[in-house]
């Protein structure tokens, strides 16, 4: 069973940047996709980013797209999320997801992940 464990969140002025990270174990961290979702008040979780286990096929959501960047590390069994140009509008809890089917190289047919605690961004303006 994977672990997930989000760091990096924290309060930033629009138009700043953050980093988030996501740390995996529990399982071969290499072998599986990885995304990254957010949830904001009052809303629904909805898609950021993710990327296949290759590290060479990523897919954005229209509303990040060009502002953020996912990649991995698979050396340190880590995901990252660069967020650029952040606006009041990215203020959301972040989720690190896992997928659970190994060696998927088109990320956009995940279905069913395994989910972090989440970590808070907070972008004021």
């Known amino acids: 069973q994977v672990r997930l464990v989000e760091s990096g969140g924290g309060l930033v002025q629009a138009g700043g940047s953050l980093r988030l990270s996501c740390a995996a174990s529990?399982?071969?961290?290499?072998?599986?996709?990885m995304g990254w979702f957010r949830q904001a008040p009052g809303k629904e979780r909805e898609f950021v980013a993710a990327?296949?286990?290759?590290?060479?096929?990523?897919y954005y959501a229209d509303s990040v797209k060009g502002r953020f960047t996912i990649s991995r590390d698979n050396a340190k069994n880590t995901v990252y999320l660069q967020m650029n140009t952040l606006e009041p509008e990215d203020t959301a809890v972040y989720y690190c997801?896992?997928?659970?089917?190994?060696?998927?190289?088109?990320?956009?047919?995940?279905?069913?992940?395994?989910w972090g605690q989440g970590t808070q961004v907070t972008v004021s303006s």
């Open positions: 997801a896992a997928d659970k089917m190994p060696f998927r190289m088109d990320v956009t047919t995940i279905t069913e992940y395994s």
């Open positions: 529990g399982r071969t961290f290499s072998n599986y996709g």
């Open positions: 990327i296949n286990w290759t590290g060479r096929r990523t």
